[in-house]
């Protein structure tokens, strides 16, 4: 298989900076160009995509129906008063 | 390419054609859908309160953990922050978000009440370089300088291969949740705020006090601690990670 100048190390390492579009250009195109044919790295970039969609269901989590209760208790104060 | 004078536009051609003509204060986009949100509490819609806190008191309650020393004592500043948005509300302009600016108040009273505590911030250098100096991956994920494939996987890194509906179970939901929980704090709060929460790196910058640079090292670090966490969970289950 060819390899290239990116090691897999430096593309876990960069992949925040890859993603919040924060790399040089000429990185990122080395980065790039090493997706093409690393099939480690191109499964761990999609890992971490999933991971990243998957933490954005903590807007899914339950909140306490106490607390619920509470809040929405103090809600209808203010709405009435 | 902006068009500035697009939403003009607009607006002239549904007048022109009689259809809804927007209130001329309402501003466009997110900014718009945060100010129909506020105006929807002003107004007393107890239901779009209630989506509202479902949506974000937990997160506002992992945000609180990373100033104050308990559980208990964050829920109770997420709690009092409710209180404050109530009173406040009226005072909301629109110029951040609606959840932004609930956050930005969370802040402001957990930081208050870690003071009290005399809780140090996670947010000062030492703790940030405390947090930037812990190991990412595993040391022998990777071939060593010698090897002549030097920094590349030494461990195969397959796809994961799971079904939809197994990564929206409630138990992975479960397992990431206490991934995120386990985060240095400073870590943690970035991770909540940006992945959890989808706000942009310039907000959570504005919000913890953070440079560009600071708040992407502490992301990178979160993101690759929970990811490593649902590649742990799938190899539990049995799936090819």
Same mark, same amino acid.
């Given at each position: 298989m060819k390899r290239d100048d990116v090691r897999c190390q430096e593309v876990v390492q960069l992949l925040s900076d890859y993603f919040e579009g924060a790399l040089p250009v000429e990185q990122r195109a080395a980065l790039e160009q090493h997706l093409l044919f690393c099939e480690g790295c191109t499964n761990y970039v999609e890992q971490m995509r999933t991971s990243i969609r998957l933490t954005g269901r903590l807007q899914e989590e339950d909140v306490p129906s106490p607390v619920m209760d509470k809040v929405l208790e103090m809600f209808r104060e203010r709405s009435g008063g | 390419m902006v068009d500035d004078m697009a939403p003009r536009r607009r607006a002239e051609s549904r007048r022109d054609t009689g259809g809804h003509v927007p209130q001329p204060r309402t501003p466009g986009g997110e900014a718009g859908r945060s100010w129909q949100e506020a105006e929807a509490l002003r107004r007393g819609d107890q239901a779009a309160f209630a989506e509202l806190v479902r949506r974000i008191h937990p997160s506002m309650v992992r945000l609180a953990t990373t100033y104050v020393t308990s559980r208990a004592v964050a829920e109770e500043v997420a709690q009092d922050t409710w209180v404050a948005v109530l009173e406040q509300l009226d005072r909301f302009e629109g110029r951040s978000s609606l959840k932004t600016w609930i956050f930005r108040i969370l802040v402001n009273q957990a930081k208050t009440r870690g003071v009290r505590e005399r809780r140090t911030t996670p947010f000062s250098s030492l703790s940030l370089q405390q947090e930037a100096t812990e190991p990412g991956m595993p040391p022998d994920a990777f071939f060593d300088d010698? !090897? /002549?494939?030097?920094? !590349?996987?030494?461990?195969p890194v397959p796809a994961w291969d799971m079904p939809e509906e197994h990564l929206l179970s409630a138990e992975l939901g479960r397992v990431i949740q206490a991934a995120v929980d386990d985060l240095p704090p400073a870590q943690r709060a970035v991770v909540a705020l /940006?992945?959890?929460?989808?706000?942009s790196s310039h907000e959570v910058c504005d919000l913890l006090g953070l440079t560009e640079v600071n708040q992407r090292v502490l992301l990178h670090r979160g993101r690759t601690t929970v990811r490593a966490a649902i590649a742990a969970y799938a190899g539990q289950m049995g799936v090819a990670v």
């Open positions: - | 010698d !090897h /002549r494939w030097a920094g !590349h996987w030494a461990v /940006r992945d959890g929460q989808s706000l």
